[in-house]
């Protein structure tokens, strides 16, 4: 699938696209595309929240015979919405690379969002050698956006290594607990320019708004929706969720107060009033 088609589905571009490695992306929600209920589930999911990735597996693809129609892939063709290929399930840099080698074979795209795991039970990623795996598939050409922790010396490195974008964590993949260090993931937006999508640990769609808030410029998830009870449903609450969180970041936010603040003015009212506005 050429990435060139960007969110064909889109009648209007958006005038406030994501940008990703020069490409332009109408949308700032990414999903994944596993533990669906059912491809026509998945297929109802994606409509609705028209992402502008979908993140996929190598493993899911029938590389072995390809003269068998694989049925997740063809749903994927009839979308038309870009796929991210993933290195999922990588313990090593040579694993990492072989596999997106085969994934820019296989999907035809230079994308791979990089995921070189370090911890079997947090699924934390490797980052003693994340950076030199970036550095090593950029120079192949690859279009490299690297799922990493909210480390703030880690994702400088990695923007030093070439990576365009970084996707930190919220939280470990698949706990829903929404962000978890407030403090390091409002340090990293506020210390690198580059875009950054929150990838993984996101539960609710106010997770979503809440780091689009903070002017993180897209999110990246699967489980919040695969596994909700009614996941079209959620797909279309996380994406209107993070397009709140992005208008609300553009608009401004007035700031904190430690003290109450009439909201009516009082001006030229009588005191015995004022008195009552006040309280």
């Known amino acids: 699938m050429s990435m060139t088609s960007l969110n064909s589905s889109a009648d209007t571009p958006s005038a406030d696209p994501l940008l990703l490695y020069g490409q332009r992306f109408d949308s700032r929600l990414l999903l994944g595309t596993s533990r669906y209920p059912s491809p026509r589930i998945l297929e109802a999911a994606l409509r609705l929240a028209q992402p502008a990735m979908l993140t996929a597996s190598l493993r899911r693809q029938n590389v072995s015979d390809p003269d068998t129609p694989n049925r997740f892939w063809e749903l994927l063709r009839t979308l038309g919405t870009p796929v991210l290929p993933n290195t999922a399930g990588c313990h090593s840099m040579q694993e990492v690379i072989t596999t997106a ?3 820019r074979e ?3 795209t230079p994308w791979i969002k990089l995921e070189l795991i370090g911890d079997d039970y947090t699924l934390q990623p490797d980052t003693l050698n994340l ?7 950029i120079k192949e050409g690859f279009n490299v956006l690297p799922y990493c922790t909210e480390d703030l010396v880690l994702c400088q490195r990695l923007v030093d290594a070439g990576c365009q974008a970084i996707m930190p964590w919220a939280a470990p993949i698949g706990t829903g607990k929404g962000p978890i260090n407030a403090y390091a993931l409002r340090t990293l937006r506020e210390r690198l320019s580059v875009p950054m999508i929150v990838d993984a640990g996101l ?5 979503a708004c809440q780091v689009m808030e903070w ?7 699967n489980t919040a929706v695969a596994l909700a009870q009614d996941p079209v449903a959620m797909a279309g609450a996380f994406a209107a969720a993070t397009q709140a969180g992005r208008t609300a970041y553009l608009s401004g936010a007035m700031p904190e107060q430690q003290a109450a603040q009439p909201s009516t003015p009082v001006l030229g009212t009588p005191f015995w009033h004022q008195l009552g506005a006040a309280t």
């Open 101 to 103: 080698q085969m994934a």
């Open 215 to 221: 002017g993180f410029d897209g999110v990246l998830l």
């Open 203 to 207: 539960g609710l769609p106010s997770h």
């Open 106 to 108: 296989v999907f035809e």
């Open 131 to 137: 950076v030199q795996a970036a550095s090593q598939l």
